[in-house]
């Protein structure tokens, strides 16, 4: 499979794993990560990760991509519904891992660029590498970042540093990507899954309704207004004060132990 699924102590870590090409995107790829996203269940955090040097660097431009077949038509003959067709099934395969209810974090080594990007961006954080590289670089070959790229990047850093990255095509490494807002987190070369697993191991130590209701409160409100995300907050705050959680964890906190969470 092109993307290894782990679980282990309540944390999912997917895999890519097509070494050979720095991980890049083909269409069995995109496919995969789709069915490991939508496979997983009953979990604290996800991290998603590429094996070797690098996270991924980007669509598979190789002849021997299916992506490209199933494109030809937009590209050769100006189908638009065939170009539709294939943003979306690609943009499917990304919001299977943005919809799920935990925690995901990115884990950044090497090359982010293009399509790898955009699945970083999908996640809800990410640590990278300083020495890492991130960049969106469709416009080189006459594309955009239409995966999520336009719309989340400029959620994360706003609209005028998103046009820079986007039009300019340039590259950061994780300092920069740092000080811009791209990533939340930037840490020494080779240390990025093992700084997302220390961040999965504090999620997971935390009340896990609680953590799903913060998460699903956060995710609403860059989508609405603050008056109406207030409202979505207080709602979560309900749920969260009523669902038993804090009867344990005020215990545990007056007893000097650590909390037991029902799963």
């Known amino acids: 499979m092109p993307v290894i699924s782990e679980t282990q102590d309540g944390v999912t870590v997917l895999t890519l794993d097509r070494p050979s090409r720095r991980n890049a995107l083909d269409m069995g790829m995109w496919r995969d990560l789709r069915r490991a996203a939508n496979a997983v269940t009953d979990v604290r955090a996800v991290i998603v990760t590429g094996i070797g040097a690098h996270f991924c660097s980007g669509m598979d431009l190789n002849p021997d991509n299916a992506l490209f077949l199933d494109a030809a038509p937009a590209i050769a003959e100006g189908d638009e ?6 943003i979306t099934e690609l943009k499917s395969c990304l919001q299977a891992l943005a919809d799920l209810p935990c925690p995901t974090i990115a884990a950044i080594e ?5 399509g790898g990007l955009e699945l970083a961006l999908a996640c809800d954080m990410r640590f990278a590498a300083a020495d890492a590289s991130l960049g969106l670089l469709e416009v080189r070959i006459g594309m955009i970042p239409d995966l999520g790229g336009c719309a ?37 070369a080779g240390t990025a899954l093992a700084a997302a697993r220390s961040a999965a191991r504090d999620i997971a130590a935390n009340g896990p309704r609680a953590v799903a209701l913060a998460l699903s409160a956060v995710r609403a409100s860059s989508d609405l207004g603050l008056i109406e995300a207030l ?33």
């Open 231 to 263: 409202a979505v907050e207080t709602r979560a705050g309900v749920l969260a004060l009523t669902s038993g959680e804090p009867r344990e964890g005020v215990a545990a906190f007056l007893e000097k132990r650590a909390p037991r969470w029902d799963r």
């Open 110 to 114: 090497g090359a982010c660029i293009g």
């Open 152 to 188: 989340r990047l400029t959620r994360l850093v706003g609209p005028g540093r998103a046009a820079d990255l986007i039009c300019t095509a340039r590259r950061v490494d994780g300092e920069e990507a740092y000080r811009l807002g791209v990533v939340e987190r930037v840490v020494p």
């Open 81 to 86: 519904h065939v170009a539709w067709q294939v």
